[in-house]
């Protein structure tokens, strides 16, 4: 069935923290207007959410079927594999720019240009693999900005650990965390093989022992889209 479709209009802005200017693909309802309120959902690897995740098209269906309140989507893509491991990894030389390029300065330009609700509770970060890590990352040090966190098949190292570890407000955030049960042997972009599973288990582990909501599942099967993709109705269904 077609439904109506909402338009992704592309932007582009000069980030002072990054010294570079951001691409942004911006998803607006069907029905947009600025005389309602909108939820914020903003993408990592944003381009792949859209073209790969089809998050367009999923929210043109379930905005249709009312299953999820007004929201916006907002993908910020990568120029290139190096670029998004800059950014996104936590040893990465532009990690803690980009975190405050999200809370800093994309932030307060979506809150000027868009009819939102400026409240982090209505607020979300969705990533997957690296895109998922750095998105919790933003939301451990932003919480008040940040109160939604999608992840899909974060990676997961020590520095994770302790962020989750030392993060007091558990009580701001909610956390959404699946990861594919034959995550064993993922090729990362540095050439090297990893274990996923394990440390997002133990990760689990340490967010469950926090007041943080939190819904955790294993689904059975790898570190692709062709496992993401179907988890994103569930997922934008429960949060919004």
Known sequence: MQYPKGTIKEYSFYSSELQESMQLLIYLPAN?????????LIAQDGRDYFQLGRIGRLADEL???QEI???IIVGVPYKDVADRRRKYHPKGDQNQQYIRFLAHELVPFLDKEFPTY???STRALIGDSLGATVSLMTALQYPHTFGKILLQSPLVDQHIFKLVEDFNEGQLVEIYHVIGNQETEVQTTDGKVQDFISPNRLLAKKIQAKPITYFYEEFNGNHTWTYWQPDLKR?????F
Do not use: H, R, T, V
């Not at 997922?235 to 949060?239: I, M, V």
């Open 69 to 71: 309140e007004n929201i």
């Open 118 to 120: 400026q409240m982090g």
């Open 235 to 239: 997922a934008l269904k429960l949060f």
């Open 32 to 40: 947009y207007s600025p005389l309602y309120k909108y939820s914020l």
């Open 63 to 65: 905005l249709f079927k």
